[in-house]
């Protein structure tokens, strides 16, 4: 079996210079994303927040008026594969949204959208504890009051309220 991960006594132990070849090395970007997505899932959120502050600073996001950079990594970390990416999926928790994807608003915005959005909006209104549980009651209460399936009040509702049909 292949040893994908080391800790740095075991690199100390198992790698030497002497082994190294003048030959060129190859750079694998695939396995670096990988790897890379692996710590984020695998360290403490509470680290990675650290790291992924940089990031979000560093796209001017201000991050006074959402949830903590730790909750952000606890939501965004088996989906995102940098912390960059992290940083620019989690910019409509903070800040307003000023644009839209377009072919997602074309594809999830219609006409028909317009009573689920609707309704979804004053149900969501009427939720005395914000809670995923209530949060998802509201929504699934909408889907089988108007007799449609989950997605046709999800997607138009993700879309509106993050400009992307992915979030």
Not at 49 to 73: F, M, N, S
């Amino acid at each position: 079996m292949i040893k994908r991960f080391f800790s740095l006594a075991q690199m100390k132990t198992h790698f030497s210079l002497g082994a190294v070849s003048k030959s060129a090395s190859a750079f694998n970007t695939e396995k670096l994303c990988w790897l890379n997505h692996h710590y984020i899932n695998h360290l403490p959120p509470e680290k990675v927040a650290t790291y992924l502050a940089w990031h979000v600073e560093k796209q001017g996001i201000d991050t006074q008026g959402g949830p903590p950079l730790v909750e952000i990594v606890k939501l965004f970390g088996e989906r995102c594969k940098t912390l960059k990416e992290m940083a620019e999926s989690c910019r409509y928790f903070y800040q307003e949204l000023t644009e839209f994807n377009v072919d997602a608003a074309k594809k999830h915005l219609k006409q028909a959208a317009h009573q689920p959005l609707t309704m979804a909006a004053t149900k969501l209104a009427e939720i005395a504890e914000w809670k995923v549980e209530n949060i998802h009651n509201a929504l699934q209460s909408t889907a089988t009051e108007l007799q449609i399936n989950m997605g046709k009040v999800g997607m138009p509702l993700r879309v509106a309220v993050t400009g992307v049909n992915q979030s």
